[in-house]
């Protein structure tokens, strides 16, 4: 069954081409689109379209579909195009004439901009939830290991004295960015756009303030044709997110696999979390990590894949939109799956306690002298150079007694003020 049968049939290797992988990975957007057709029902029933046994029947169809689709029953067969078509299919087939007029004032463009507008809604309150699990983790370990040092870097070179509270503390705070953004992804995905039809709107006297309600969206896409041009937008937005979440995710992963190296042996994890080796018996790898950097790395180009697939394209629908649906759900179960993993992962990461008892460390601390100089009355420029006639004929001795006072230092990591901003976005 299409949508748009004409009552000729196209070629199978068309056929083939276009439907593509829709069938697949519609049966993701099967809740969100029974959830859009029983707003429609309603509106129709409201404007006159449908009557009141008409709308019962539609409903307690479309409830049924609903469980069908709950308990995993609901499939798309070859026979149809998409969920839309197979959704449509099965209301005729259940309920007669009144499923025949379920399409009423619609397009299947605005049909699949509200699916992908409340599979966007869903999928980022998600990942939201998993964020937000990741965080506190971050926010717990940091402040676990808020006294315990360990080296600062700077070109992989030994810089200035850190702790793990900061480390820790650093990604926490950086998924405070990348929330910023997802909320931004997730105001874009809550404006209805159902109406705006094939792009232009319709000359039914629908009511599209009611459907917004009946959604759950805060506001509408109210321009019609601005709403059909978020399709591709809504999606590209979303990719940003992704792809900044991966960022912080793939950076951590990098900082992991570094720190559990022989050669800096800063953390480590039960042997059970690693990997081996087939030939090499002492090997324990951090084969999560640097799938996880990986992954996320893949994430981080599709922002650019997006572009690409959009890029110039006039006003108006395009088929070149069907290519983004694949990357994008691919992109968001992953990336629930990373943070997933990562958060495992973290709560059983064992630090090193004693790393800066190493000499090898001591030169860690030549900002701290410089800096005790300043503080007794020295320019800052001779103190520099004070100490680095020290170091040049090894008399440096290292004060390891460390007072960092200032908000984000070691010494004050501002643990709350962090949780404040992340508790403001989770809200």
């Known amino acids: 069954m299409k949508l748009w049968d004409k009552g000729y049939t196209i070629h199978n290797l068309v056929e083939r081409y276009t439907v593509g992988k829709d069938r697949e990975l519609d049966l993701k957007l099967a809740p969100y689109d029974i959830q859009g057709n029983i707003a429609q029902a309603k509106m129709l029933h409201h404007i006159g379209i449908l009557d009141d046994r008409e709308l019962a029947d539609l409903l307690r169809a479309l409830s049924e579909l609903a469980d069908e689709v709950e308990q995993g029953r609901f499939i798309i067969e070859a026979e149809f195009e998409d969920v839309h078509s197979k959704i449509e299919f099965e209301l005729v087939k259940r309920v007669g004439e009144a499923g025949k007029k379920i399409h009423t004032a619609r397009s299947r463009n605005d049909q699949v901009l509200v699916d992908l507008h409340l599979y966007a809604k869903a999928e980022i309150q998600a990942l939201k939830g998993l964020m937000g699990q990741l965080f506190d983790t971050l926010i717990d370990l940091s402040d676990k290991h808020k006294a315990v040092l360990m080296p600062g870097y700077t070109h992989l070179q030994i810089a200035m004295p850190s702790s793990f509270g900061l480390w820790f503390g650093a990604y926490a705070e950086s998924l405070v960015d990348d929330m910023i953004l997802?909320?931004?992804?997730?105001?874009?995905?809550?404006?209805?756009?159902?109406?705006?039809?094939?792009?232009?709107?319709?000359?039914?006297?629908?009511?599209?303030?009611?459907?917004?309600?009946?959604?759950?969206?805060?506001?509408?896409?109210?321009?019609?044709?601005?709403?059909?041009?978020?399709?591709?937008?809504?999606?590209?937005?979303?990719a940003y997110a992704l792809a900044a979440i991966g960022a912080t995710l793939s950076k951590l992963s990098m900082d992991v696999c570094l720190y559990m190296s022989q050669n800096f042996n800063f953390i480590r994890f039960p042997k059970e979390l690693t990997t081996g080796s087939s030939i090499m018996p002492h090997k324990q790898n951090p084969d999560v990590f640097e799938l996880m950097r990986a992954k996320c790395n893949k994430i981080q180009q599709l922002p650019a894949e997006i572009t690409l697939l959009i890029n110039n394209l006039p006003s108006g629908y395009h088929r070149d939109f069907q290519m983004l649906k694949e990357s994008l759900m691919e992109a968001i179960d992953g990336m629930k799956d990373n943070l997933a993993v990562c958060d495992f992962m973290l709560q059983h990461i064992e630090v090193n306690a004693h790393i800066l008892e190493q000499p090898l460390y001591d030169h860690l601390y030549t900002v701290e002298e410089v800096n005790r100089l300043v503080m007794e009355g020295k320019p800052f420029r001779e103190a520099y150079q004070m100490v680095g006639q020290q170091l040049a004929e090894g008399r440096f001795v290292p004060p390891k007694a460390l007072v960092h006072t200032h908000e984000g230092s070691i010494g004050n990591l501002c643990l709350a003020e962090i949780s404040a901003k992340m508790q403001a976005l989770r809200l």
């Open 182 to 238: 997802l909320q931004a992804a997730y105001q874009i995905s809550d404006q209805n756009p159902l109406g705006s039809a094939a792009g232009y709107g319709t000359s039914f006297p629908i009511n599209r303030q009611m459907t917004t309600d009946l959604l759950g969206f805060s506001t509408m896409k109210y321009n019609v044709v601005a709403a059909q041009m978020s399709r591709g937008k809504l999606e590209k937005t979303l």
